[in-house]
T-cell receptor, first 115, second 111 residues
Framework: DAGVIQSPRHEVTEMGQEVTLRCKPI?????LFWYRQTMMRGLELLIY????????DSGMPEDRFSAKMPNASFSTLKIQPSEPRDSAVYFC?????????????FGPGTRLTVL | GENVEQHPSTLSVQEGDSAVIKCTYS??????FPWYKQELGKRPQLIID?????GEKKDQRIAVTLNKTAKHFSLHITETQPEDSAVYFC??????????FGTGTSLTVIP
């Protein structure tokens, strides 16, 4: 398996533009997590899904952020409109919820810069 | 919800010395405690983990201890090497499979 795949790896956009980040979890994993990492706040959980259903989105900073998981192999995190303070590295991670192995595997991240 | 605190935020040790990073958690129902290493510009990667029914686990130079009563767990790295320099994160997983991360410890191993 190629691991968790994220795209794009880098995104530079201007304030006010819409940004869409994409994630493909490891095949067979039933949990998917979106995190944001900044120097000031560290690693923050934004939202997570179980079997494509959002379970907890309390970490989503505001209505400008939305996430979807239309099927087991794809998820998006959208920011509309983007602001400079959204600049961060966004990680997607997946894990198996049941069974002995619950390791969370991270994708390579998307480095977002909003000018 | 769960609250994970991690100390220290920065740690410098001489090569060959040991490093210890400590975390506390608040939810007594948390049952899985992984440690991640993140090198500059890279993704967090699991280095060791421990489940709530185990008190200690060791893998070569790294070990993790868990005290469920006190709700704290620690990472121990012995015989540190320059390549151990990175940011280390602890985490606690609750029964809903939600992970809560500590704020990270930046470890520098001085050659």
């Amino acid at each position: 398996d190629a691991g968790v795949i994220q795209s794009p790896r880098h995104e530079v956009t201007e304030m006010g533009q819409e940004v869409t980040l994409r994630c493909k979890p490891i095949s067979g994993h039933d949990y998917l997590f979106w995190y944001r990492q900044t120097m000031m706040r560290g690693l923050e959980l934004l939202i997570y899904f179980n079997n494509n259903v959002p379970i907890d989105d309390s970490g989503m900073p505001e209505d400008r952020f939305s996430a979807k998981m239309p099927n087991a192999s794809f998820s998006t995190l959208k920011i509309q409109p983007s602001e400079p303070r959204d600049s961060a590295v966004y990680f997607c991670a997946s894990s198996l919820g049941q069974g002995s192995y619950n390791e969370q595997f991270f994708g390579p991240g998307t480095r977002l810069t909003v000018l | 919800g769960e609250n994970v605190e991690q100390h220290p935020s920065t740690l410098s040790v001489q090569e060959g010395d040991s490093a210890v990073i400590k975390c506390t958690y608040s939810d007594s129902a948390s049952n899985y405690f992984p440690w991640y290493k993140q090198e500059l510009g890279k993704r967090p990667q699991l280095i060791i983990d421990i489940r709530s029914n185990v008190g200690e686990k060791k893998d070569q130079r790294i070990a993790v201890t868990l005290n469920k009563t006190a709700k704290h767990f620690s990472l121990h790295i012995t015989e540190t090497q320059p390549e151990d320099s990175a940011v280390y994160f602890c985490a606690a997983r609750n029964t809903g499979n939600q992970f809560y991360f500590g704020t990270g410890t930046s470890l520098t191993v001085i050659p």
